[in-house]
T-cell receptor, first 110, second 114 residues
Framework: KNEVEQSPQNLTAQEGEFITINCSYS?????LHWLQQHPGGGIVSLFM?????KKHGRLIATINIQEKHSSLHITASHPRDSAVYIC????????????WGAGTKLIIKP | SQTIHQWPATLVQPVGSPLSLECTVE??????LYWYRQAAGRGLQLLFY??????ISSEVPQNLSASRPQDRQFILSSKKLLLSDSGFYLC?????????????FGEGSWLTVV
């Protein structure tokens, strides 16, 4: 079993829908990262959080430390949100390594 | 503001040829620097990280090497490429330590070994 699990693996939705991507982890973490990988390959960091909730525009990230679970939400989804969304965690054991999820491929249809 | 650049963006190299990918960071000092590889349809694999000039740590044994000749310059090299070296290579930086800091990626380099 991977230490960081994302679900779903693939998600296709219509423009305007509310999107939820989930990330569960089995290790003790210092922080959890959500990143976006565009079709061209570039990766952008969206959020880093260790507790509670963060919001940036239409994106919302939440984390429940007790349940070892995080969610990334996209409100009013748009075709330009189509990308791979990746969850990664930093642990107490390493100052250099992140444990990466496999990613969720999101397609938003117009 | 901080920026990170890597080049070349794409390259096609024959088996056995050398490789050099370069990455530079601007707008910060003493960054942690990282080289990742992403094989097709796979997750990110950390290849090397560096906490300072001349300090390189390897996470995966392979025929690749890394060097950090200057504080904000990170180079990925190979003397002889293998077919299995094909993939998408990403340079990244973070303030220390990555477990509690945002990670910033370069644009990536697509390498095809033929």
């Amino acid at each position: 079993k991977n230490e960081v699990e994302q679900s779903p693996q693939n998600l296709t939705a219509q423009e305007g829908e509310f999107i939820t991507i989930n990330c569960s982890y089995s290790v003790g973490i210092s922080a959890l990262h959500w990143l976006q990988q565009h079709p061209g390959g570039g990766i952008v960091s969206l959020f880093m959080l260790s507790s509670g909730k963060k919001k940036h525009g239409r994106l919302i990230a939440t984390i429940n430390i007790q349940e070892k679970h995080s969610s990334l939400h996209i409100t009013a989804s748009h075709p330009r949100d189509s990308a791979v969304y990746i969850c990664a965690v930093g642990t107490m054991d390493s100052n250099y390594q992140l444990i990466w999820g496999a990613g969720t491929k999101l397609i938003i249809k117009p | 503001s901080q920026t990170i650049h890597q080049w070349p963006a794409t390259l096609v190299q024959p088996v056995g040829s050398p490789l050099s990918l370069e990455c530079t960071v601007e707008g910060t000092s003493n960054p942690n620097l990282y080289w990742y590889r992403q094989a097709a349809g796979r997750g990110l694999q950390l290849l090397f990280y560096s906490v300072g000039i001349g300090q390189i740590s390897s996470e995966v044994p392979q025929n690749l090497s890394a060097s950090r000749p200057q504080d904000r310059q990170f180079i990925l090299s190979s003397k002889k490429l293998l077919l299995s070296d094909s993939g998408f290579y990403l340079c990244a930086w973070s303030r220390r330590w990555i477990s509690g800091n945002t990670i910033y990626f370069g644009e990536g380099s697509w390498l095809t070994v033929v």
